[in-house]
């Protein structure tokens, strides 16, 4: 297909990997945000394990950190595929305007090599992506089990104070 013919067929080929790559960063975005929030959690814990204020709930925080630990290692295993995916679609996206471009002038080995090189891009942002939301599930149930154990556990005291 010639651009002559249709000028916007380049638009078809980047639109995928672009709006990919801001679902991406959208994806950093909030991720960065809860990866601080569980850091900051950790610091609680740690701050509340070292003035042993809290005797009964001592082990209580020791497994607590050991939940955020994880939550932690889950978050930034799934920023290290966010970026990956990122950087790639970004690529694709580069590769993808190359090679209509290059096609428009050249039909040879280097038009399909440039074509390849950006599916493949696409291929391993998108498995980058798919990788960081399937972590960042595992990462929110991991949070809301947590929370529930802490709430639970607040309510139990608060019905041992009152008896």
């Given at each position: 297909m010639s651009l002559d013919a249709n000028p916007f067929i380049v638009l078809s080929y980047v639109?995928?990997?672009?709006?990919?790559?801001?679902?991406?960063?959208?994806?950093?975005?909030?991720?960065s945000n809860r990866f601080a929030r569980a850091v900051d959690r950790s610091r609680v814990l740690?701050?509340?394990?070292?003035?042993k204020e809290q005797g009964v709930l001592e082990n209580?925080?020791?497994?607590?950190?050991?939940?955020?630990?994880?939550?932690?290692?889950?978050?930034v295993n799934a920023l290290?595929?966010?970026y990956l995916a990122v950087g790639t679609f970004a690529l694709a996206t580069l590769g993808s305007i190359a090679g209509?471009?290059?096609?428009?002038?050249?039909?040879?080995?280097?038009?399909?090599?440039v074509i390849v090189g950006a599916v493949a891009s696409g291929v391993i942002g998108f498995c980058g992506f798919i990788?960081?939301?399937?972590?960042?599930?595992?990462?929110?149930r991991m949070a809301q089990r947590s929370l529930r154990r802490e709430a639970d556990e607040a309510l139990a005291q608060l019905d041992r104070a009152r008896a």
């Amino acid at each position: 297909m010639s651009l002559d013919a249709n000028p916007f067929i380049v638009l078809s080929y980047v639109g995928g990997p672009a709006l990919l790559t801001n679902a991406t960063s959208v994806f950093i975005l909030s991720t960065s945000n809860r990866f601080a929030r569980a850091v900051d959690r950790s610091r609680v814990l740690v701050e509340k394990r070292l003035r042993k204020e809290q005797g009964v709930l001592e082990n209580a925080h020791i497994e607590e950190l050991r939940v955020v630990q994880r939550r932690v290692r889950l978050l930034v295993n799934a920023l290290s595929g966010f970026y990956l995916a990122v950087g790639t679609f970004a690529l694709a996206t580069l590769g993808s305007i190359a090679g209509a471009v290059l096609a428009e002038f050249y039909a040879g080995p280097l038009v399909m090599a440039v074509i390849v090189g950006a599916v493949a891009s696409g291929v391993i942002g998108f498995c980058g992506f798919i990788t960081g939301a399937v972590l960042m599930v595992r990462e929110s149930r991991m949070a809301q089990r947590s929370l529930r154990r802490e709430a639970d556990e607040a309510l139990a005291q608060l019905d041992r104070a009152r008896a």
